[in-house]
């Protein structure tokens, strides 16, 4: 099993970033795929998720509005195009699956994942 984080960067206020995280290793369509961050000295929140069964899509309020996860499941890949980011979206992002019930849960809490990817660090300066 992997789950690949990818496009994270440095951006002004303000500014875009796409996170891509491709999964391999599992059953895509029986899985949410979400995305988590973790600012320094910060606990790990759960950001949005998106359940690859029916493609419904969750949002944490800190990122309704700003924040878009999609999923391509020809390529197995999920992706969150962040808008309008803000110093405090600073955070490592990680990406995770949890089969597909838990996907609304999954902004709520980490226990429903099954997988988890490596971060990729998005900075954000003011």
């Known amino acids: 099993v992997q789950l690949q984080a990818s496009g994270g960067g440095l951006v002004q206020a303000g500014g875009s970033l796409r996170l891509s995280c491709a999964a391999s290793?599992?059953?895509?369509?029986?899985?949410?795929i979400g995305w988590f961050r973790q600012a320094p000295g910060k606990d790990r929140e759960g950001v949005s998720s998106?359940?690859?069964?029916?493609?419904?899509?969750y949002y944490a309020d800190s990122v309704k509005g700003r924040f878009t996860i999609s999923s391509d499941n020809a390529k197995n890949t999920v992706y969150l195009q962040m808008n309008d980011l803000k110093p405090e979206d600073t955070a490592a992002y990680y990406c995770?699956?949890?089969?597909?019930?838990?996907?609304?849960?999954?902004?709520?809490?980490?226990?429903?994942?099954?997988?988890w990817g490596q971060g990729t660090q998005v900075t954000v300066s003011s």
């Open positions: 995770a699956a949890a089969r597909n019930a838990w996907g609304s849960l999954m902004i709520l809490t980490s226990d429903v994942v099954d997988y």
């Open positions: 290793g599992f059953t895509f369509d029986d899985y949410a």
């Open positions: 998106i359940a690859n069964s029916d493609g419904n899509t």
